[in-house]
């Protein structure tokens, strides 16, 4: 696997530093088979739904942990940041 495939620009303003609240104001990304995307927030999911559809539910726990990650300057030829 090519890590430098995962490189991409991320701007400060769009990093999330805590859960949306309520929670059901967090931001909702729609991509359907066909047409535009949809900026929606969680409590829009319902409609999103038809009878028959799967919803699987990620129940898994965060681990204590810490990337170190070097953050180069912003120079648009090079990545944004490159993990270690």
């Given at each position: 696997?090519r ?36 900026d ?27 990337l170190k ?16």
């Open positions: 696997m890590v430098d495939l995962f490189d991409f620009e991320l701007p400060e303003d769009l990093i999330a530093l805590r859960p949306a609240r309520p929670r059901d104001s967090a931001r909702l990304l729609h991509v359907p088979e066909s047409g535009r995307f949809e929606l927030i969680a409590r829009d999911a319902p409609r999103l739904f038809r009878a028959g559809d799967l919803l699987v539910f990620n129940d898994t726990r965060v681990i204590p942990a810490a990650a070097v953050r180069p300057s912003r120079d648009p030829q090079g990545p944004v940041v490159r993990f270690r």
